[in-house]
T-cell receptor, first 117, second 113 residues
Framework: EPEVTQTPSHQVTQMGQEVILRCVPI?????FYWYRQILGQKVEFLVS????????KSEIFDDQFSVERPDGSNFTLKIRSTKLEDSAMYFC???????????????FGEGSRLTVL | KQEVTQIPAALSVPEGENLVLNCSFT??????LQWFRQDPGKGLTSLLL?????REQTSGRLNASLDKSSGRSTLYIAASQPGDSATYLC????????????FGTGTRLLVSP
């Protein structure tokens, strides 16, 4: 069964360092997302991406964050200068879409745990 | 701003019981609602998706209902098993094409043998 895959599963970094989290969405999906979950808190939306551009972003997704689809399969989240409060589980998700009656069901990856020291 | 609440926060039941998890949301202008399962330290597994025009969806021992006008959804689990132990998350999709989901805090379920 097709699935969303994420790498790395766990990354430890020093505050101020750049981090890139990688995702391979399901191949026929058109919409891509990043969510995060700080330990013990709700899953929060960060950004959605469609047709090679950001379609929506939350207030969390400030200038320190960026997303890219560098090729036909990968979708990345970059944090330019990590802060302690960026420590969280980051989830990538994808969906076929919500137009023309398509369900819009989101499928999530296993997550990348980011620890900022 | 959409707010999603789930009760109870935690639930412990013996194996074999039927149980109901509740989800409520403040803005009824939703596109759909998804129920997820999350095992500790793991990703989110989609269980059921209900479109805003639907009243319920079933998958095996799971049945989810949606009452959009009152802002409520329930997840019914029949004949619970220890393998059902996990956190169950409700997420509401807004009325746009981009499926930004707003999540509840979840119900942590423990089913004991």
């Amino acid at each position: 069964e097709p699935e969303v895959t994420q790498t790395p599963s766990h990354q430890v970094t020093q505050m101020g360092q750049e981090v890139i989290l990688r995702c391979v969405p399901i191949s026929n999906h058109l919409y891509f997302y990043w969510y995060r979950q700080i330990l013990g808190q709700k899953v929060e939306f960060l950004v959605s991406f469609y047709n090679n551009e950001i379609s929506e972003k939350s207030e969390i997704f400030d200038d320190q964050f960026s997303v890219e689809r560098p090729d036909g399969s990968n979708f990345t989240l970059k944090i330019r200068s990590t802060k302690l409060e960026d420590s969280a589980m980051y989830f990538c998700a994808s969906s076929v879409g919500t137009l023309a009656g398509i369900t819009g069901e989101l499928f999530f990856g296993e997550g990348s745990r980011l620890t900022v020291l | 701003k959409q707010e999603v609440t789930q009760i109870p926060a935690a639930l412990s039941v013996p194996e074999g019981e039927n149980l109901v998890l509740n989800c409520s949301f403040t803005d009824s202008a939703i596109y759909n609602l998804q129920w997820f399962r999350q095992d500790p330290g793991k990703g989110l597994t989609s269980l059921l998706l209900i479109q805003s025009s639907q009243r319920e969806q079933t998958s095996g021992r799971l049945n989810a209902s949606l009452d959009k006008s009152s802002g409520r959804s329930t997840l019914y689990i029949a004949a619970s098993q220890p393998g059902d132990s996990a956190t169950y998350l409700c997420a509401v999709g807004g009325n746009t094409g981009f499926q930004k989901l707003v999540f509840g805090t979840g119900t942590r379920l423990l089913v004991s043998p």
